[in-house]
């Protein structure tokens, strides 16, 4: 046997170390995958199964035929297209009226500001079924009931929280200094809140407009409850389906195609904002 | 061409006074430095002018016209902040364009005055530069120019250097001495370092919680404090506590004369204007020699439990412990806070060997 090289041998132990798997951290994450992804594979691979008997782990027969079935019905189309409509007026109608008073909030101080802040909270601090049912017997009376833009307010209150909340941490974390100086380069408080404080807050701006939109479109007690009968979304259309069907190949369909917007828009998200700044947009 | 006068200002938050009672002119041309410890209101005066804070008393001129009311928009007032407050949605350039954009100038035109800024500043083909992509330094210079680039009447800059490191903070202020002297702009300063007043200023402006403690020129405020903060305060000063009796300190090592009523007075003593002689029966001794380079810094043990600094040149030798007879070229006199008298001793040191 040769001397060890010294140098080699303090070079290596490092690199053994951090190379040792975390076994525990593994452990979690798979069975957090467990338990979220296996759902949803099972909802996918429903989606495409033809004929799928127990006790057989896959299904028999795989095929098209209902995508083709459900695809073909004009009211899932209607449904999307409702739903898509729904989910942008309001995320844009939130947008519109929370960031100005997510701004006032962060950067104004103004009697009752807390109390008005926290009463954005309110509306999540108790059971909602109740609260929608409250609201309704409202709508009711002032012919909202069944209307598109009945749905539009009432999923306009489950963003308030989101759509508040998150910019206000979003605008109080730009640099004062940032906006001192647009007003010191000539800028009127519109100009600097359009020029520098919305962009600087962005990043974490968007994070909010996207959960507002996901969130919205997937919404349906409210939907349900004002919207019944005329306004069909397309959660509220799956129900029906799982609900009325023993098939359950048309709920999976439905499922599957539910997920396509929000994995677009996460997608995009990711892209334009980049994962960093998206994660720190959420307070992780 | 600009002249800046604060009359009489006075800001309070929450019921406390900030500002009391200032009043102050700064000539066309000229760069006053406002220095001061922490609290003492420097930075309000400086945001009050830029329009930033709204003075609850006393008004604001800028060539003779009241803008104590207008907004900072509309004030011809550019400020660098101490966070430089570069927007990092915006390139180097579009930092620098942003308020030529919003007065409306032609693309061209933009395009000029935005080269001509950033070399003013030695940033020249940064334009296209991210603002995170450059060094504290360089950001802190694209700052500068973007307050330049719209020539205001006045310069206002709040500590922009307190973030750099020591060299580049030399470095930066000498550059920004040199475009202010070029572009010939009013200029006010805000600093807590001393020695960057000192080094900048036509004069400093001493505040001390909310008041004009002194105005004076480097100089001046170096060689003749007129009270014991700004003795303190500016450079480093030995206090020796002592009593005057007919005319003379009873001090046992420094005898003073001075025409100064008998009671308790401070002899304020800068430690380049002692000398140390090595001597027996001082009771005063060595108690560390910390070399400089440039200079000797020794502390001295005297026989009453006080310290003295001194100043002394590198060739000298000094051993711990070593008896040693201080003696003093110039000595100031406090009382309170007001300076009695000054004076210029000749040495003492035959009395002592």
Redesign the interface.
């Known amino acids: 046997m040769t001397a060890i090289d010294p140098t080699t041998l303090s070079a290596e132990v490092p690199v053994h170390r951090t190379k040792r798997p975390d076994w525990l951290g593994l452990a979690l994450a798979l069975a957090l995958g467990i338990v979220v992804v296996i759902p949803l594979l099972v909802v996918a691979i429903w989606a495409f199964a033809e004929v799928w008997r127990y006790p057989s782990l896959l299904p028999q027969e795989f095929g098209f035929r209902f995508w083709q079935a459900t695809l073909a019905r004009p009211d899932v189309w209607n449904a999307m297209s409702l739903s898509l409509r729904l989910s942008i007026t309001v995320t844009l109608l939130s947008a519109l009226i929370c960031l100005p008073a997510a701004y006032a909030f962060a950067r104004m101080d103004f009697p009752g500001r807390n109390v008005l802040f926290l009463s954005f909270l309110a509306s999540h601090a108790f059971p909602k079924f109740g609260l929608l049912v409250a609201i309704a017997g409202i709508f009711l009376n002032l012919g909202l009931i069944s209307t598109f833009w009945g749905v539009v307010l009432i999923q306009l209150v489950g963003t308030l929280m989101m759509m508040i909340w998150i910019p206000v941490a979003a605008f109080q974390n730009v640099?004062r200094?940032?906006e001192?100086?647009?007003?010191?380069?000539?800028?009127?408080p519109i100009?600097v809140f359009w020029?520098?404080s919305l962009?600087?807050a962005?990043p974490t701006i968007f994070a909010a407009v996207l959960l507002s939109f996901v969130g919205t479109f997937y919404e349906t007690e409210g939907a349900w409850l004002i919207g019944a009968p005329e306004i069909r979304t397309m959660p509220v259309l799956m129900i029906t389906y799982i609900n009325n069907q023993i098939v359950v190949q048309y709920g999976a369909v439905l499922s599957v195609l539910l997920w396509v917007p929000s994995f677009i828009a996460l997608m995009f998200t990711r892209r334009l904002v980049g994962s960093g700044s998206f994660a720190k947009g959420f307070g992780v | 061409m600009a002249q800046l006068t604060l009359k009489n200002l006075g800001k309070s938050f929450d019921d406390t006074d900030v500002i009391r009672d200032l009043s102050l002119d700064v000539a066309d041309g000229e760069l006053v430095c406002l220095l001061g410890p922490s609290g003492s209101g420097k930075s309000t005066v400086l945001r009050m002018v830029g329009g930033f804070e709204t003075p609850n008393r006393g008004a604001i001129l800028i060539d003779g016209e009241d803008v104590t009311r207008v907004p900072p928009e509309k004030r011809p007032t550019g400020m660098v902040f101490q966070s430089h407050a570069l927007w990092s949605h915006m390139s180097v350039a579009g930092n620098v364009a942003f308020g030529l954009k919003l007065r409306g100038l032609p693309k061209a035109q933009i395009l000029d005055k935005v080269q001509e800024a950033l070399a003013l500043v030695g940033l020249e083909g940064y334009g296209e530069r991210r603002v995170w992509q450059l060094s504290g330094g360089q950001q802190q210079r694209v700052a500068i120019a973007r307050a330049l680039v719209l020539e205001p009447k006045i310069l206002l800059l709040d500590e922009p250097f307190a973030s750099l490191d020591q060299h580049l903070r030399e470095r930066l202020r000498e550059e920004l001495r040199d475009i202010q002297r070029r572009l010939g702009i009013t200029t006010l300063f805000v600093t807590h370092g001393q020695d960057e007043a000192l080094a900048l200023a036509d004069r400093i402006v001493v505040l001390r919680s909310g008041e004009i403690e002194q105005v004076a020129s480097p100089d001046r405020m170096y060689r003749a404090p007129q009270t014991r903060f700004v003795a303190g305060f500016i450079g480093s000063m030995n206090f020796l506590p002592c009593d005057m009796r007919g005319g003379v300190s009873d001090h046992p090592l420094f005898t003073v004369r001075a025409a100064v009523s008998d009671g308790p007075v401070e002899l304020a003593i800068r430690p380049e204007a002692l000398t140390l002689l090595p001597a027996s029966g001082t009771g005063a001794r060595v108690h560390r020699v910390t070399d400089y380079g440039t200079h000797l810094l020794v502390d001295v043990d005297l026989p009453d439990g006080g310290r003295l600094k001194a100043m002394c040149p590198p060739s000298a030798r000094y051993e711990t412990g070593q008896e040693v007879a201080p003696g003093a070229s110039h000595v100031a006199l406090f009382r309170g806070d007001a300076k009695l008298a000054e004076v210029t001793v000749e040495r003492r040191v035959a009395d002592h060997v």
């Open positions: 640099d200094a940032m001192e100086a647009a007003r010191d380069a000539g800028a009127g100009r020029s520098v962009p600087q962005a």
